[in-house]
């Protein structure tokens, strides 16, 4: 009894029932669609990932290097021309929605020279322009967002944030509810001794 047993179990499991394998190929679709639906979902991840928008940051850092190169290449580097903060600083007047804070490091080594009207971030901004030996220095200045409802924060004060792009140095930063960038081609070192002289000067 127990060989014919053994027989028995043996030739069925060389020769599986047509039930046994209708059974295990009926659970391949389910199989193969879990798979797919892993590598699709795979994909959708990886194409939002590629086509995410960059930082906010990055977009208007890269509109500042791009007015500051136009103004290079055009004859329009500044629309009022002053080393006089006092003269400048009124310019603005009725042609923007803000008041600019306005300083003049010239001790530093920093003299204003100017200033003009520029469009970045979908707003017009003020631009005051120095010099640091034969190296133009652009200073964009504009008010922080204050978000849907315009709600005011209180104000802020942030770190220099030093950085290059395309050849140009930056530094970044923000004062009493005012965003600041300053961009020239002047080594890294001098730019940010000029924010620093700037954000010590709007303190005073």
């Excluded at 039930?19 to 391949?28: I, P, V």
């Amino acid at each position: 009894m127990q060989v014919h047993a053994r027989m028995k179990a043996e030739a069925a499991r060389k020769n599986p029932s047509p039930w046994n394998w209708s059974w295990r190929m009926a659970g391949l679709p389910f199989i193969g669609g879990g798979m797919a639906g892993i590598g699709l979902c795979s994909l959708v991840f990886m194409t939002l990932l590629w086509t995410q928008p960059p930082p906010r940051g990055a977009d208007v850092q890269q509109e500042i290097v791009s007015s500051h190169v136009r103004a290079l290449m055009s004859a329009r580097t500044m629309d009022v021309l002053s080393s006089d903060q006092h003269t400048v600083k009124p310019w603005f007047n009725g042609r923007i929605d803000y008041a600019p804070p306005v300083v003049d490091p010239q001790a530093q080594g920093f003299p204003l020279v100017g200033g003009r009207l520029d469009y970045v971030d979908h707003r017009p901004v003020a631009v005051m322009i120095y010099r640091y030996l034969k190296h133009p220095i652009d200073l964009y200045v504009f008010p922080e967002d204050h978000g849907k409802n315009d709600v005011k924060s209180a104000p802020s004060s942030t770190p220099l944030i030093t950085q290059s792009d395309d050849g140009y140095s930056l530094v970044q930063w923000r004062q009493d509810g005012m965003v600041y960038w300053a961009i020239s081609d002047a080594s890294p070192v001098y730019i940010k001794r000029f924010a620093e002289a700037i954000k010590a000067g709007t303190r005073q």
